[in-house]
């Protein structure tokens, strides 16, 4: 069998749409939190996971890592970011941060929160530009011995960001297929 290395071009992120992208994204989850760093299943999911958007990223057919995106008024939380230990690097993480970062400007929102362990939260500053949150303390979760550290990232909401004046249409279409007419659209 041919495997892909994790630098190669075959890396793709999509939001999750369907079950079994659901699944993929929870069994990273699971590998990554519960096995590698010992977190309890009842901290590692949450009832969070059913009001969030998860991201799912693919090495050809094999799923490599996930995040779920939480909605707020003004901002989107980014939270759960997980790879497996070979997709580790800054080819995949710069991949599947700018296709994340434009889902989250597409529909309007010029924030993004995210907390981090020290070591994230300088590679989230260094490949994307996040800042430290200002006059934010640290935060300790059980079982982590090192606080996390709130991040915030501008963005600027492109010219078609999804918004009340935009189409009934696309408002009815699946989760990031907003230029896609569904089969459902009258022609």
């Known amino acids: 069998m041919r495997t892909i290395a994790p630098n190669h071009n075959q890396i793709r992120t999509e ?92 529909k309007g929102y010029d924030k993004i929160i995210g907390h981090a362990q020290p070591k994230y939260a300088r590679l989230w500053r260094i490949i994307h530009g996040f800042k430290n949150a200002e006059g934010k303390a640290p935060v300790y979760f059980d079982g982590h011995p090192e606080p996390y550290i709130e991040l915030v990232k501008e963005l600027t909401p492109p010219h078609n960001a999804i918004s009340a004046s935009t189409d009934a249409t696309v408002l009815f279409r699946t989760e990031g297929f907003w230029d896609k007419p569904s089969q459902f659209e009258a022609a």
Do not use: S
Not at 37 to 58: C, E, L, P, S
Not at 71 to 78: E, L, N, P, T
């Open 15 to 106: 939001v999750v749409t369907t079950y079994e992208q659901l699944m993929h994204a929870y069994a990273i989850r699971a590998i990554c939190f519960m096995e590698e760093h010992g977190v309890k299943a009842q901290q590692t999911f949450d009832g969070n996971d059913y009001q969030a958007t998860h991201m799912i990223v693919y090495a050809g057919d094999e799923p490599v890592g996930t995040m779920r995106i939480r909605w707020f008024r003004d901002f989107a939380k980014i939270e759960r970011i997980a790879f497996r230990e070979a997709y580790r690097n800054t080819h995949v993480l710069k991949a599947f941060g700018c296709f994340v970062f434009d889902h989250i400007a597409r």
